[in-house]
């Protein structure tokens, strides 16, 4: 089985500052790994994948994410926050390979709030 | 550029009503699945599909029905609509069941 826990609820950070969203993982299989964004009222939107490449995962709007085997986790970054990042992420892991009913499992989301 | 796209967006219900929340998709995916949004619960899996003709249960399948007659069109159905079906609703598609997933904007239901 596969699960994936999200440790912080609600992340607020200053305009300009570091973002560091966590997410560990786990699965007796080989994982791919993703971030999704999702600001209100809207549906999810992709920020970005680990697939068994590169560890370290660029994505969209200045985001990236390293995948760390040996902590299994999967903690999404930005350098700089900016107004716009507020907003519910999920962490979410898959089987690469088949072998369970597993598809794509959700955390259950951190709430990242930008003060000015 | 349509992508997944569900309606309607908004819906009430009263309980013991029945309805249809649509989902259709233009890429051309075999996979399609409907989660339920509550809150501080992230996603739960309803029902998915791997082609048309298939379908199968997710996580949290009671009270729900679908369907899938075309590779395009994944329906979710509401039999008898409790207040404990309130919630938002997402349809997503893709490639596999291990892919990336591409998501609908969400219908936020009412059950009253």
């Known amino acids: 089985a596969q699960s994936v826990t999200q440790l912080d609820s609600h992340v607020s950070v200053s305009e300009g500052t570091p973002v560091l969203l966590r997410c560990n993982y786990s699965?007796?299989?080989?994982?791919?790994l993703f971030w999704y964004v999702q600001h209100p009222n809207k549906g999810l939107q992709l920020l970005l994948k680990?697939?068994?490449?590169?560890?370290l995962v660029k994505g969209i709007n200045g985001f990236e994410a390293e995948f760390k085997k040996s902590e299994t986790s999967f903690h999404l970054t930005k350098p700089s926050a900016h107004m716009s990042d507020a907003a519910e992420y999920f962490c979410?892991?898959?089987?690469?390979?088949?072998?369970?009913?597993?598809?794509?499992?959700f955390g259950k989301g951190t709430h990242l709030i930008i003060q000015p | 550029n349509a992508g997944v796209t569900q309606t309607p967006k908004f819906q009430v219900l009263k309980t013991g009503q029945s309805m249809t929340l649509q989902c259709a998709q233009d890429?051309?995916?075999?996979?399609m699945s409907w989660y339920r949004q509550d809150p501080g619960m992230g996603l739960r899996l309803i029902h998915y599909?791997?082609?048309?003709?298939?379908?199968d249960q997710g996580e949290v399948p009671n009270g729900y029905n679908v369907s899938r007659s075309t590779t395009e069109d994944f329906p979710l159905r509401l039999l008898s609509a409790a207040p404990s079906q309130t919630s938002v609703y997402f349809c997503?598609?893709?490639?596999?069941?291990?892919?990336?997933?591409?998501f609908g904007q969400g219908t936020r239901l009412t059950v009253v």
């Open positions: 997503a598609s893709s490639y596999s069941k291990f892919r990336e997933a591409f």
């Open positions: 699965s007796s299989y080989s994982p791919s």
């Open positions: 680990y697939t068994s490449a590169a560890t």
């Open positions: 979410v892991v898959s089987l690469i390979s088949g072998g369970g009913a597993d598809g794509l499992t």
């Open positions: 890429m051309n995916h075999e996979y």
């Open positions: 599909s791997v082609g048309a003709g298939i379908t």
